[in-house]
């Protein structure tokens, strides 16, 4: 249990039977009335995202999370095989547990799983992924206008825009934050 008071940014609590993660809080102390505290949280099981106003009196029960490394093995239509490295046990999760995160996935990518007492919340994917252009349109001689860029379609199905020097068979990196194109590998 932790006083309100004590909030920060990243702490994992449980209240109303859900499991919840400050992303910003406000400690306000208007002249007039009691002091309390504002917070935008996100519910880790849905994904939404709420404001809250808590009296400064209140207690909080801390939510402890497990984050465990594993590798993505394989996906089989709507289910996704991950395997811990060190255990060698192996996970399935569900396009609906993944949601939008489940495009950027291939075979060996390293992913963190967020577990709370056994329960699968969610998945986290490293920053930045290397993929192989699969199959792109090569450049059209002329346009050369500022920063120009094309179709280009991975080796995971995974379409993007990429600049008109990247050929087929080639290497980039993608960010997973907004999914485009980053640098040559």
Known sequence: ??????IKNGITFLY???IYQVIDFLHVKPGKGAAFVKAKI???RTGSI????????????KAMLNKQNMQYLYGNGETYNFMNMETYEQVELTSDQLGEDSKYLKEGVNVYIT?????????????KIEYTVAHTEPAVKGNTTNNAQKDAELDNGLKIRVPLFIEEGENII??????????RA
């Open 174 to 183: 993608v960010s997973t934050k907004d999914g485009k194109y980053d640098s």
């Open 115 to 127: 577990f709370y007492n056994g329960e699968i919340i969610g998945m986290e994917l490293p920053d």
């Open 42 to 44: 996100k519910n880790l």
């Open 16 to 18: 109303e039977g859900n």
């Open 50 to 61: 709420v404001e809250k106003t808590f009296n400064t009196s209140i207690k909080l029960e």
């Open 1 to 6: 249990m932790f006083n309100i008071n004590d």
